[in-house]
């Protein structure tokens, strides 16, 4: 058996839920750890139920046996003389690593961010990430009025998500800055207006209140900008509901977006994402077929 450990929000959730179905389509028995993370006090919430969702869950033995975790002492006394017997297999980088998907009896951590791990089974997933009516009892009555407000509009128009992540990323700008850059916004915004006369903007974003001030200062109020608000955390999925259902993307180095403009299965899709991921590694694998990459300084990338 290998369990594979839960860990992040939404969008890392579902690549590891994404790999969970290809390693039961190789006929693996397969479990999650949700205890190790998710029972932290400041833990995110676990939102697959989203998609009507359950998975196997591995108990704290399952996971001791496989980690050599046990706190007995006769255990910890053997690892002090003999060291550790863990049978955990850490992905290797950020790119596809073949031999995930070859561990038997494993303890498998990692993101798993790339289409790569699950493309041979992309209808199934598919199928596995379409949104439950559970999510309208969940969200209530205000909030679900609220969103079928926004999803009226996507509909009914050249629609295209913008994904605008700060908070956290803004506070690692060693991994995460001169990336998303406004430089980067303002070509993509370019590029699809040249593409799609007409488009209008659904902005996404942890700071609402500064993106509507932003698309205010760059664009003026004429209308093309609509900034989701309302959404907290804990209903995040509702703003995954919104942006899957836009034409259109413009996405974030964010599991997030990735996994909103995934999910629109339109063929005519127009996909722009960062040049690159994360600020000195060579992620190469997270991009899909078609996207087109810019670079914090506004070009195109090669």
């Not at 006394?77 to 073949?98: A, M, Q, V, W």
């Not at 339109?266 to 078609?290: H, M, N």
């Amino acid at each position: 058996m290998n369990i594979i450990r839960m860990t992040g929000g939404l969008g890392n959730q579902m690549f590891q839920y994404a790999l969970y179905l290809k390693l039961r389509s190789m006929g693996k028995e397969v479990k999650f750890d949700d205890i190790t993370e998710y029972g932290l006090a400041n833990a995110r919430p676990i939102m697959l139920w989203a998609f009507g969702i359950t998975y196997p869950r591995a108990d704290k033995a399952e996971i001791n046996e496989i980690t050599d975790g046990s706190r007995k002492l006769a255990h910890r006394i053997r690892r002090k003389l003999f060291g550790r017997r863990s049978r955990e297999y850490h992905e290797k980088d950020c790119n596809f690593d073949p031999q995930v998907l070859l561990q038997e009896d494993a303890y498998l951590t990692g993101y798993f961010q790339s289409e790569k791990y699950f493309k041979d089974i992309e209808q199934q997933v598919r199928q596995a990430f379409a949104f439950s009516d559970g999510i309208w009892q969940r969200a209530g009555a205000g909030r679900k009025e609220k969103t079928e407000g926004y999803l009226l509009q996507i509909k009914n128009c050249e629609s295209v998500s913008l994904h605008i992540r700060r908070g956290d990323y803004l506070e690692m700008a060693s991994v995460y800055g001169g990336i998303c850059t406004e430089e980067y916004y303002q070509k993509a915004v370019t590029l699809m207006e040249e593409e799609l006369p007409g488009a209008k903007f659904f902005i996404f974003s942890n700071e609402p209140a500064w993106a509507k001030q932003w698309a205010s200062r760059i664009y003026g109020e004429d209308g093309r900008f609509t900034v989701i608000e309302g959404t907290t955390e804990d209903k995040g999925y509702l703003d995954m509901l919104l942006m899957s259902r836009c034409r259109h993307h413009i996405i974030a180095n964010s599991s997030f977006s990735w996994w909103g403009a995934w999910l629109n299965g339109s063929p005519g899709k127009k996909v722009i994402a960062p040049a690159l991921w994360l600020r000195g590694q060579d992620y190469i694998d997270i991009f899909t077929e078609g996207m087109i990459r810019v670079n914090g300084e506004g070009r195109l990338a090669g």
